[in-house]
Protein backbone atom coordinates (compact mmCIF):
# COMPACT_ATOMS: atom_id res chain seq x y z
CA UNK A 1 0.00 0.00 0.00
CA UNK A 2 1.58 3.28 -0.81
CA UNK A 3 0.23 6.28 0.82
CA UNK A 4 1.71 8.92 -0.75
CA UNK A 5 0.46 11.27 -3.10
CA UNK A 6 2.04 12.01 -6.52
CA UNK A 7 3.34 15.63 -7.91
CA UNK A 8 0.15 15.89 -9.97
CA UNK A 9 -1.88 14.90 -6.55
CA UNK A 10 0.09 17.69 -4.99
CA UNK A 11 -0.80 20.61 -7.88
CA UNK A 12 -4.37 19.46 -7.58
CA UNK A 13 -4.32 19.96 -3.75
CA UNK A 14 -3.19 23.57 -4.57
CA UNK A 15 -5.63 24.50 -6.96
CA UNK A 16 -8.37 23.27 -4.19
CA UNK A 17 -7.13 24.85 -1.13
CA UNK A 18 -6.30 28.21 -3.33
CA UNK A 19 -9.91 28.13 -4.10
CA UNK A 20 -11.50 26.91 -0.80
CA UNK A 21 -9.37 29.50 1.05
CA UNK A 22 -10.63 32.31 -1.63
CA UNK A 23 -14.30 31.60 -0.73
CA UNK A 24 -13.87 31.46 3.23
CA UNK A 25 -12.02 34.71 3.98
CA UNK A 26 -14.72 36.16 1.17
CA UNK A 27 -18.11 35.88 0.53
CA UNK A 28 -18.50 33.03 2.39
CA UNK A 29 -16.66 33.26 5.50
CA UNK A 30 -19.88 33.44 8.29
CA UNK A 31 -20.17 29.54 6.70
CA UNK A 32 -16.83 28.65 8.06
CA UNK A 33 -17.35 25.51 10.55
CA UNK A 34 -21.33 25.62 9.95
CA UNK A 35 -23.68 22.94 9.35
CA UNK A 36 -21.66 19.87 10.45
CA UNK A 37 -22.84 16.98 12.21
CA UNK A 38 -25.60 17.69 14.93
CA UNK A 39 -25.46 21.28 13.40
CA UNK A 40 -27.09 20.70 10.09
CA UNK A 41 -30.06 23.37 10.56
CA UNK A 42 -27.43 26.31 10.21
CA UNK A 43 -27.14 28.51 7.88
CA UNK A 44 -29.47 26.50 5.17
CA UNK A 45 -30.20 29.52 2.93
CA UNK A 46 -26.23 30.04 2.69
CA UNK A 47 -25.29 26.81 2.35
CA UNK A 48 -27.50 26.51 -0.14
CA UNK A 49 -25.94 29.40 -2.27
CA UNK A 50 -22.29 27.68 -1.09
CA UNK A 51 -24.04 24.61 -3.02
CA UNK A 52 -24.33 26.33 -6.35
CA UNK A 53 -21.24 28.33 -5.66
CA UNK A 54 -19.71 24.74 -5.58
CA UNK A 55 -21.29 24.24 -8.70
CA UNK A 56 -20.10 27.18 -10.54
CA UNK A 57 -16.35 25.86 -9.39
CA UNK A 58 -17.11 22.32 -10.78
CA UNK A 59 -16.37 20.69 -7.68
CA UNK A 60 -19.69 19.04 -7.50
CA UNK A 61 -19.42 15.36 -8.89
CA UNK A 62 -16.33 15.21 -9.22
CA UNK A 63 -15.80 11.88 -9.52
CA UNK A 64 -18.48 11.10 -12.00
CA UNK A 65 -17.21 10.86 -15.47
CA UNK A 66 -17.39 13.91 -17.67
CA UNK A 67 -18.50 12.17 -20.28
CA UNK A 68 -21.30 10.11 -19.42
CA UNK A 69 -22.44 11.74 -16.34
CA UNK A 70 -21.02 15.65 -16.80
CA UNK A 71 -18.57 15.26 -13.72
CA UNK A 72 -15.09 16.35 -13.95
CA UNK A 73 -13.27 12.84 -14.08
CA UNK A 74 -11.23 13.24 -11.07
CA UNK A 75 -9.14 9.98 -9.55
CA UNK A 76 -9.38 8.29 -6.22
CA UNK A 77 -6.62 10.24 -4.65
CA UNK A 78 -7.79 13.82 -6.33
CA UNK A 79 -11.40 13.43 -4.43
CA UNK A 80 -9.41 12.00 -1.42
CA UNK A 81 -7.85 15.11 -1.35
CA UNK A 82 -10.46 17.22 -1.74
CA UNK A 83 -12.03 15.98 1.06
CA UNK A 84 -9.43 16.18 3.23
CA UNK A 85 -9.04 20.06 2.32
CA UNK A 86 -12.66 21.01 2.68
CA UNK A 87 -12.56 19.44 6.15
CA UNK A 88 -9.17 21.94 6.46
CA UNK A 89 -10.90 24.96 5.39
CA UNK A 90 -13.83 24.57 7.49
CA UNK A 91 -16.16 25.06 4.95
CA UNK A 92 -19.78 24.26 5.76
CA UNK A 93 -21.62 20.98 6.09
CA UNK A 94 -22.94 19.94 2.81
CA UNK A 95 -26.40 20.40 2.61
CA UNK A 96 -26.20 18.34 -1.30
CA UNK A 97 -24.46 15.52 -0.24
CA UNK A 98 -27.25 13.17 -0.38
CA UNK A 99 -28.17 14.07 -3.72
CA UNK A 100 -24.41 14.35 -5.19
CA UNK A 101 -22.95 10.87 -3.09
CA UNK A 102 -26.01 8.57 -3.00
CA UNK A 103 -28.34 9.47 -5.58
CA UNK A 104 -26.57 11.35 -8.10
CA UNK A 105 -23.22 8.28 -8.11
CA UNK A 106 -26.43 5.99 -8.57
CA UNK A 107 -28.22 7.26 -11.06
CA UNK A 108 -25.13 7.86 -13.43
CA UNK A 109 -24.32 3.97 -12.61
CA UNK A 110 -27.61 2.50 -13.01
CA UNK A 111 -29.82 4.90 -14.46
CA UNK A 112 -31.23 5.70 -18.39
CA UNK A 113 -30.30 7.87 -20.42
CA UNK A 114 -33.17 10.20 -20.00
CA UNK A 115 -33.21 9.59 -16.10
CA UNK A 116 -28.91 11.42 -16.33
CA UNK A 117 -30.12 14.27 -18.23
CA UNK A 118 -32.97 14.66 -16.24
CA UNK A 119 -31.21 14.31 -12.60
CA UNK A 120 -27.96 15.05 -12.60
CA UNK A 121 -27.74 18.43 -14.48
CA UNK A 122 -29.23 20.41 -11.37
CA UNK A 123 -26.95 18.18 -8.76
CA UNK A 124 -23.80 19.16 -10.05
CA UNK A 125 -24.84 23.31 -10.48
CA UNK A 126 -25.97 22.98 -6.67
CA UNK A 127 -29.77 23.94 -7.93
CA UNK A 128 -31.70 20.74 -6.41
CA UNK A 129 -31.47 19.35 -3.49
CA UNK A 130 -32.75 15.50 -2.82
CA UNK A 131 -33.56 13.31 0.62
CA UNK A 132 -32.97 9.74 1.22
CA UNK A 133 -36.78 8.06 1.85
CA UNK A 134 -35.51 4.55 3.38
CA UNK A 135 -36.07 4.09 7.45
CA UNK A 136 -39.80 3.50 8.13
CA UNK A 137 -41.27 3.63 11.60
CA UNK A 138 -41.05 -0.54 11.96
CA UNK A 139 -38.43 -0.75 8.96
CA UNK A 140 -34.95 0.99 10.25
CA UNK A 141 -31.78 -1.12 10.13
CA UNK A 142 -33.87 -4.02 8.54
CA UNK A 143 -34.73 -1.98 5.46
CA UNK A 144 -36.33 -4.91 3.66
CA UNK A 145 -39.05 -4.52 5.92
CA UNK A 146 -40.47 -1.45 4.63
CA UNK A 147 -44.19 -1.14 3.97
CA UNK A 148 -44.77 2.14 1.88
CA UNK A 149 -46.83 1.54 -1.06
CA UNK A 150 -46.70 2.89 -4.72
CA UNK A 151 -49.23 1.52 -7.24
CA UNK A 152 -48.87 2.48 -10.39
CA UNK A 153 -52.00 3.78 -12.32
CA UNK A 154 -52.63 5.78 -15.35
CA UNK A 155 -49.20 6.45 -16.02
CA UNK A 156 -48.56 7.59 -12.10
CA UNK A 157 -47.06 5.92 -9.35
CA UNK A 158 -49.44 6.57 -6.39
CA UNK A 159 -47.22 6.18 -3.04
CA UNK A 160 -48.99 5.98 0.44
CA UNK A 161 -46.86 5.04 3.33
CA UNK A 162 -44.61 7.21 5.83
CA UNK A 163 -40.26 7.44 6.38
CA UNK A 164 -38.61 8.77 9.31
CA UNK A 165 -35.18 9.67 9.78
CA UNK A 166 -35.27 11.48 6.96
CA UNK A 167 -32.02 14.78 7.24
CA UNK A 168 -32.98 17.68 4.99
CA UNK A 169 -36.36 16.84 3.93
CA UNK A 170 -37.61 20.09 4.82
CA UNK A 171 -35.32 22.00 2.08
CA UNK A 172 -35.59 18.94 -0.56
CA UNK A 173 -36.82 19.45 -3.68
CA UNK A 174 -36.79 15.63 -4.49
CA UNK A 175 -36.80 12.72 -2.87
CA UNK A 176 -35.47 8.72 -3.70
CA UNK A 177 -37.76 6.37 -2.31
CA UNK A 178 -37.43 2.83 -1.67
CA UNK A 179 -41.23 1.56 -1.82
CA UNK A 180 -43.09 -1.70 -2.30
CA UNK A 181 -44.68 -2.14 -5.75
CA UNK A 182 -45.87 -5.13 -5.23
CA UNK A 183 -48.34 -6.46 -2.46
CA UNK A 184 -48.04 -10.12 -2.84
CA UNK A 185 -44.15 -10.02 -2.02
CA UNK A 186 -42.22 -9.82 0.76
CA UNK A 187 -38.48 -8.90 2.09
CA UNK A 188 -36.72 -7.80 -0.56
CA UNK A 189 -38.91 -8.77 -3.45
CA UNK A 190 -41.58 -6.94 -4.67
CA UNK A 191 -39.16 -3.07 -4.01
CA UNK A 192 -38.88 -0.27 -6.50
CA UNK A 193 -36.21 2.69 -6.15
CA UNK A 194 -38.69 5.82 -6.95
CA UNK A 195 -37.67 9.57 -7.77
CA UNK A 196 -40.35 11.70 -6.19
CA UNK A 197 -41.04 15.53 -6.32
CA UNK A 198 -41.62 16.55 -2.74
CA UNK A 199 -43.37 19.98 -3.30
CA UNK A 200 -46.71 18.51 -4.12
CA UNK A 201 -50.07 17.90 -2.35
CA UNK A 202 -50.03 14.42 -0.50
CA UNK A 203 -46.66 14.99 0.67
CA UNK A 204 -46.38 16.03 4.74
CA UNK A 205 -43.30 16.79 6.10
CA UNK A 206 -42.93 16.80 10.20
CA UNK A 207 -39.19 17.96 11.86
CA UNK A 208 -38.08 15.51 14.54
CA UNK A 209 -36.51 17.57 17.74
CA UNK A 210 -33.96 15.66 18.52
CA UNK A 211 -31.42 15.34 22.03
CA UNK A 212 -29.80 18.36 20.77
CA UNK A 213 -32.32 20.26 20.67
CA UNK A 214 -31.86 20.58 16.48
CA UNK A 215 -34.57 18.95 14.14
CA UNK A 216 -32.64 18.65 10.60
CA UNK A 217 -34.01 14.63 10.46
CA UNK A 218 -37.65 14.63 9.74
CA UNK A 219 -40.88 12.33 9.09
CA UNK A 220 -42.33 12.11 5.77
CA UNK A 221 -46.00 11.20 5.01
CA UNK A 222 -47.63 9.81 1.70
CA UNK A 223 -50.77 10.05 0.98
CA UNK A 224 -51.50 9.35 -2.53
CA UNK A 225 -48.24 11.16 -3.53
CA UNK A 226 -47.46 11.25 -7.30
CA UNK A 227 -44.35 10.57 -9.63
CA UNK A 228 -44.28 9.54 -13.64
CA UNK A 229 -44.28 6.32 -14.09
CA UNK A 230 -40.41 6.52 -15.87
CA UNK A 231 -39.43 7.82 -12.25
CA UNK A 232 -38.22 4.30 -11.50
CA UNK A 233 -34.15 3.62 -11.21
CA UNK A 234 -33.93 0.09 -12.31
CA UNK A 235 -36.16 -2.55 -12.80
CA UNK A 236 -39.72 -2.30 -11.20
CA UNK A 237 -39.37 -4.66 -8.17
CA UNK A 238 -35.83 -4.66 -8.54
CA UNK A 239 -35.13 -1.92 -6.30
CA UNK A 240 -33.34 -3.81 -3.61
CA UNK A 241 -30.15 -4.42 -5.76
CA UNK A 242 -30.39 -0.46 -6.27
CA UNK A 243 -30.44 0.30 -2.77
CA UNK A 244 -27.63 -1.72 -1.61
CA UNK A 245 -25.96 0.07 -4.60
CA UNK A 246 -26.95 3.19 -3.38
CA UNK A 247 -25.45 2.62 0.42
CA UNK A 248 -22.25 1.70 -1.19
CA UNK A 249 -21.61 4.56 -2.47
CA UNK A 250 -21.98 6.19 1.31
CA UNK A 251 -18.14 4.45 2.04
CA UNK A 252 -15.97 6.72 -0.31
CA UNK A 253 -13.41 9.40 -0.25
CA UNK A 254 -15.54 11.30 2.13
CA UNK A 255 -14.56 9.24 4.92
CA UNK A 256 -11.20 11.17 5.00
CA UNK A 257 -12.60 14.73 5.37
CA UNK A 258 -14.79 12.92 8.52
CA UNK A 259 -12.01 12.23 10.03
CA UNK A 260 -10.23 15.70 9.85
CA UNK A 261 -13.59 16.95 11.72
CA UNK A 262 -12.89 14.19 14.23
CA UNK A 263 -9.41 15.15 14.49
CA UNK A 264 -10.46 18.42 15.36
CA UNK A 265 -12.76 17.39 18.18
CA UNK A 266 -10.32 14.97 20.26
CA UNK A 267 -7.99 18.35 19.70
CA UNK A 268 -10.70 20.08 21.97
CA UNK A 269 -10.73 17.48 24.46
CA UNK A 270 -7.06 17.47 24.36
CA UNK A 271 -7.10 21.15 25.39
CA UNK A 272 -9.69 20.89 27.91
CA UNK A 273 -8.19 17.84 29.22
CA UNK A 274 -4.52 20.56 29.89
CA UNK A 275 -6.77 23.31 30.94
CA UNK A 276 -8.82 21.30 33.71
CA UNK A 277 -5.92 18.58 35.03
CA UNK A 278 -8.06 15.69 33.78
CA UNK A 279 -4.78 15.25 31.65
CA UNK A 280 -3.02 14.23 34.94
CA UNK A 281 -5.32 11.36 35.79
CA UNK A 282 -4.05 7.93 34.50
CA UNK A 283 -7.22 6.64 33.17
CA UNK A 284 -7.64 9.19 31.17
CA UNK A 285 -4.91 9.87 29.55
CA UNK A 286 -5.01 6.39 28.68
CA UNK A 287 -7.90 6.72 27.02
CA UNK A 288 -7.06 9.95 25.00
CA UNK A 289 -3.59 8.36 24.02
CA UNK A 290 -6.50 5.39 22.64
CA UNK A 291 -8.55 7.64 20.57
CA UNK A 292 -5.55 8.99 18.99
CA UNK A 293 -4.30 5.78 18.38
CA UNK A 294 -7.86 4.39 17.02
CA UNK A 295 -8.02 7.85 14.55
CA UNK A 296 -4.61 6.68 13.05
CA UNK A 297 -5.78 3.21 12.26
CA UNK A 298 -8.76 4.43 11.16
CA UNK A 299 -7.26 7.22 8.62
CA UNK A 300 -4.59 4.04 7.78
CA UNK A 301 -7.69 1.78 6.83
CA UNK A 302 -9.47 4.17 4.96
CA UNK A 303 -6.44 4.66 2.56
CA UNK A 304 -5.71 1.18 2.25
CA UNK A 305 -9.47 0.49 1.33
CA UNK A 306 -9.41 3.01 -1.01
CA UNK A 307 -6.47 2.24 -2.55
CA UNK A 308 -7.00 -1.53 -3.55
CA UNK A 309 -10.56 -0.29 -5.14
CA UNK A 310 -10.63 -1.57 -8.50
CA UNK A 311 -12.71 0.46 -11.03
CA UNK A 312 -14.02 2.62 -8.54
CA UNK A 313 -15.39 -0.33 -6.82
CA UNK A 314 -14.70 -0.53 -3.01
CA UNK A 315 -13.08 -4.03 -1.81
CA UNK A 316 -14.53 -6.12 1.15
CA UNK A 317 -13.07 -4.46 3.59
CA UNK A 318 -14.97 -1.01 2.72
CA UNK A 319 -17.76 -3.15 5.30
CA UNK A 320 -16.11 -2.44 8.20
CA UNK A 321 -16.01 1.46 7.64
CA UNK A 322 -19.02 2.60 9.65
CA UNK A 323 -18.84 -0.15 12.12
CA UNK A 324 -15.57 1.14 13.50
CA UNK A 325 -15.85 4.80 13.39
CA UNK A 326 -19.25 4.99 14.76
CA UNK A 327 -18.27 3.20 17.67
CA UNK A 328 -15.12 4.83 18.19
CA UNK A 329 -16.80 8.50 17.56
CA UNK A 330 -19.30 7.45 20.61
CA UNK A 331 -16.53 6.68 22.81
CA UNK A 332 -15.06 10.01 21.69
CA UNK A 333 -18.22 11.41 23.07
CA UNK A 334 -17.84 9.34 26.49
CA UNK A 335 -14.71 10.53 26.92
CA UNK A 336 -15.54 14.35 26.37
CA UNK A 337 -17.99 14.15 29.19
CA UNK A 338 -15.54 11.99 31.51
CA UNK A 339 -12.47 14.70 30.77
CA UNK A 340 -15.51 17.47 32.06
CA UNK A 341 -16.13 15.89 34.79
CA UNK A 342 -19.00 17.67 36.99
CA UNK A 343 -18.96 20.60 34.22
CA UNK A 344 -20.60 17.99 31.54
CA UNK A 345 -23.74 18.15 33.52
CA UNK A 346 -23.71 21.68 33.39
CA UNK A 347 -26.19 23.78 30.36
CA UNK A 348 -24.38 26.78 29.08
CA UNK A 349 -27.55 28.39 29.33
CA UNK A 350 -31.15 28.66 29.43
CA UNK A 351 -33.58 27.00 28.98
CA UNK A 352 -31.28 23.90 27.10
CA UNK A 353 -28.29 25.46 25.63
CA UNK A 354 -25.61 22.99 25.27
CA UNK A 355 -21.67 23.35 24.70
CA UNK A 356 -20.03 22.30 21.95
CA UNK A 357 -18.85 18.94 23.83
CA UNK A 358 -21.90 18.67 24.82
CA UNK A 359 -23.66 18.36 21.57
CA UNK A 360 -21.11 16.50 20.25
CA UNK A 361 -21.52 13.98 23.21
CA UNK A 362 -25.61 13.84 22.56
CA UNK A 363 -24.82 13.50 18.94
CA UNK A 364 -22.53 11.07 19.07
CA UNK A 365 -25.39 8.46 20.22
CA UNK A 366 -26.66 8.34 17.13
CA UNK A 367 -23.57 7.41 15.13
CA UNK A 368 -24.12 3.48 16.00
CA UNK A 369 -28.11 3.73 15.41
CA UNK A 370 -28.60 5.55 11.96
CA UNK A 371 -27.37 4.53 8.45
CA UNK A 372 -27.48 0.48 9.68
CA UNK A 373 -27.02 0.14 13.19
CA UNK A 374 -23.98 -1.68 14.32
CA UNK A 375 -25.73 -4.75 14.97
CA UNK A 376 -27.02 -4.66 11.38
CA UNK A 377 -23.20 -3.68 9.86
CA UNK A 378 -22.16 -6.83 11.85
CA UNK A 379 -24.33 -9.08 10.37
CA UNK A 380 -23.51 -7.75 6.83
CA UNK A 381 -19.62 -8.09 7.60
CA UNK A 382 -20.55 -11.65 8.29
CA UNK A 383 -22.40 -12.32 5.19
CA UNK A 384 -20.87 -10.56 2.95
CA UNK A 385 -17.20 -10.14 4.08
CA UNK A 386 -16.72 -13.62 5.92
CA UNK A 387 -19.16 -15.57 3.43
CA UNK A 388 -21.12 -17.11 6.50
CA UNK A 389 -24.23 -18.22 6.43
CA UNK A 390 -27.77 -15.80 7.32
CA UNK A 391 -28.52 -15.84 11.11
CA UNK A 392 -31.92 -17.52 11.20
Avoid at 309 to 329: D, N, V
Avoid at 361 to 389: H, V, W
Amino acid sequence: MDLRFSDSDERFREEVRDWLQQRMNGEFRSLRGTGGPGHEHEHVEGRIAWERELGRGNWIGLGWTASEAGGRGASLMEQVIFAEEYALAQAPGRIGHIGEHLLGATVAALGTDEQKQRVLPPILRGEELWCQGYSEPNAGSDLAGVQTFAELRDGEWHITGQKIWTSHAHVSDWCFALCRTDRETTRHKGLSYLLVPMRQPGIDVRPIQQLTGTSEFCEVFFDDARTAAENVVGEVGGGWRVAMATLGFERGASTLGQQIGFAAELDKIIAAARDNGAAKEPILRQRIAEAWVGLQVMRSNALRMLSHGEEGALPREALITKLYWATWHRSLGELAMDVLGREAEIAAGAPYSLTEMQEMYLFSRSDTIYAGSNEIQKNIIATRALGLPKAT
